[in-house]
């Protein structure tokens, strides 16, 4: 095997070692060691092989690490998430491109249940994955009745 480039989400981390999600390909990678990362860091860099039977691995070189803030904000959806949940079915889910960089995904729910579906997206694994994947430094959540706006934002 040869060296692993990426981006990584650090999903598991103790004193002894670490787990890594490649977040490009969701390959999941078991650090021998702790270079000192922790759990919900992203970390740009390549991964090595430990011989002889190169199962786990060994963080060569760090490029960048950094944490993506995953907030929900007391702001009202925009005007086009608005129109967006009013033409989709509840459970239904929309991605749409910022201009610039990020994305949006509007999400429709049951308006009982708005706040409990933004918390599960505070608390996915999956939401910082799509952030670090999409190179984004911040998420924002922001709900109406029946509308889960997710807000990926540059800085």
Do not use: C, K
């Amino acid at each position: 095997m040869t060296a692993i480039e990426g981006t990584f989400l650090v999903t598991n981390a103790d004193d002894a070692s670490a787990t890594l999600r490649n977040v490009a390909n969701s390959q999941v990678l078991t650090l021998s060691d702790n270079p000192g990362v922790e759990t919900g860091e992203v970390v740009e860099g390549t991964v090595e092989p430990e011989p002889p039977m190169e199962v786990t691995y060994t963080l060569t070189e760090v490029e960048e690490r950094r944490t993506i803030p995953v907030e929900t904000v007391d702001l009202a959806p925009t005007a086009q998430t608005t129109e967006i949940a009013a033409e989709q079915a509840p459970g239904e889910l929309t991605t749409v491109e910022r201009a610039g960089e990020g994305e949006v995904h509007v999400l429709t729910v049951p308006d009982d249940e708005t706040a409990e579906a933004a918390a599960d997206v505070v608390e996915d694994e999956a939401t910082l994955s799509r952030a670090a994947r999409l190179g984004v430094d911040r998420v924002e959540i922001r709900t109406t009745d029946g509308v889960v706006s997710v807000r990926y934002l540059p800085d």
